[in-house]
C-alpha cells in the first residue's frame, strides 16, 4: 500500500529530477517553445517540496491536491495548469484514504490525465505531454519500472511527430524533429514514482 | 437596468503591458458616462510574461459587482490557467465566464456592452461576435 509519505517523497524525487534536468527541459523548449518550460517547473515544483514540508497533508488524496495547487499558482506557463489538473484530479479521485493501492493510484492517474486531455485538447500524437502519460498510465498496471520506461519512449516518440497544441503548432512542420519538452518532464513525473517506490 | 450591477470584464495577458493597455483602449473607445468595471491580469507577479492564478483572482474579485464576470484571454497559459480556476469552482467570483473572442476587439465590445448595462450573456455575446468582424 502506498500512504502519504510515498507521495510525499514522488513530489520531492521529482523536484529533485527537474531540479537537475532544468537546463535539458528549458533546451528543449527553445527551438519549438519559449524556452521557459525548465525554470518554470523548477520553480513550481521548489513551491511544491516547500508546501509540503509545511502543511504536512496526511493522505495521499490531500499531498497531490496541495502539489498540484502550488503548480497553478506559482509556474507561469501553460504547465502549471496541465501539471495542477493532472495531480489535483489524480488526488481527487485518490479520496482522503490514508492509504492506496498501486491499482488505485493507476485508476486515479488515468482520470487526471483524462483531464488534462480534456483540459487541453490533445489527444495521443498531437506532441504532447500526454504521449508520455497515455502510455505510462498504461504500463503503470504492471509496474513501476514499466511504467518509466513507458513514459521515457513515448517522450522519445514525439521527435518525429508535428506539433498539433500549444506553441511549437505555430512551427507546423518545423516542429518535426524535436522532443517535446512537455512530454520529456512528463517521463521524469512518472520515474519519480519508481524511486519514491525505492525500486 | 442599474448601474450599480454592471458586469465586470478580466482581460488577462501574458504580458502586463498588454493587457494594461487593452484595458486602457476599451475603456477609452467606451466614451465618456459610466464603464463597466474593467481589471486587466497580465503577466507573472514580479513582472514577467507569463500567466499569475493570483493576479487572476484578485482582478476577477476587483470588478465584480455581483452580475458576473467576463473573462478575456489572449493565449496558452492565460486560457488553461482560466479554465482551471473555473474548475476548481471556488476560486472565481459566480457567474464568471471565459469568453472565447479576439483580445482585442473582443475587449472593446465587451466593455461597450457591459457599460451599457447588458447581462453576462449579452456581454459575452457581443465579444464572441467579435471573431466575424472581416476587415477586408
Redesign the interface.
Known amino acids: 500500500m502506498l500512504d502519504a509519505d510515498f507521495f510525499r517523497r514522488w513530489m520531492t524525487a521529482t523536484a529533485a529530477s527537474v531540479d537537475r534536468e532544468a537546463a535539458r527541459l528549458t533546451a528543449l523548449d527553445s527551438p519549438i517553445g ?1 524556452a ?1 518550460h525548465g525554470s ?1 517547473l523548477q520553480r513550481g515544483f521548489t513551491a511544491v517540496t516547500a508546501t509540503l514540508e509545511k502543511e504536512e497533508p496526511q493522505a495521499p488524496g490531500a499531498v497531490l491536491m496541495l502539489a498540484g495547487r502550488q503548480l ?2 506559482t509556474v ?7 501539471y ?2 493532472l495531480l ?1 484530479r489524480t488526488g481527487k479521485a485518490l479520496g482522503d484514504a490514508a492509504e492506496v493501492s498501486e491499482e488505485q493510484l493507476t485508476d486515479a492517474l488515468r482520470t487526471g490525465v483524462d483531464a488534462v486531455m480534456q ?2 485538447g490533445a489527444a495521443p500524437g498531437d506532441k504532447t505531454m500526454i504521449d508520455a502519460l497515455v502510455p505510462a498510465v498504461e504500463a503503470l498496471g504492471e509496474s513501476f519500472a514499466a511504467a518509466r520506461a513507458a513514459a521515457e519512449e513515448g517522450a522519445l516518440a514525439t521527435t518525429p511527430l508535428q506539433a498539433r497544441k ?2 511549437a503548432s505555430y512551427l507546423g512542420e518545423r516542429s518535426i524533429g524535436h522532443q517535446d519538452p512537455g512530454a520529456t518532464s512528463s517521463a521524469l513525473l512518472i520515474a519519480a514514482l519508481e524511486e519514491a517506490a525505492g525500486e | 437596468m442599474s448601474d450599480e450591477k454592471l458586469v465586470g470584464i478580466v482581460l488577462v495577458s501574458h504580458s502586463a503591458a498588454v493587457a494594461a493597455s487593452v484595458a486602457e483602449l476599451a475603456v477609452g473607445l467606451a466614451g465618456g458616462g459610466t464603464t463597466a468595471p474593467v481589471a486587466p491580469a497580465g503577466g ?1 507577479e514580479g513582472g ?7 493576479l487572476i483572482s484578485a482582478a476577477a474579485a476587483s470588478v465584480d459587482r455581483g452580475a458576473g464576470v467576463a473573462v478575456l484571454t489572449d493565449l ?2 492565460a486560457v ?2 482560466v ?3 473555473l ?2 469552482g471556488d476560486e472565481l467570483p459566480a457567474h464568471t465566464r471565459l469568453v472565447d473572442a479576439p483580445f482585442v476587439e473582443g475587449a472593446v465590445a465587451a466593455v461597450v456592452t457591459a457599460s451599457s448595462g447588458a447581462d453576462l450573456a449579452a456581454v459575452e455575446a457581443a465579444a464572441s461576435e467579435a471573431y466575424a468582424y472581416r476587415k477586408v
Open positions: 519559449d521557459d518554470n497553478i499558482s507561469g506557463g501553460a504547465s502549471g495548469p496541465l495542477g489538473t489535483r483540459l487541453g500549444g506553441r | 507573472v514577467g510574461l507569463g500567466t499569475s492564478a493570483e496558452g497559459s488553461l490557467t479554465k482551471t480556476l474548475a476548481e
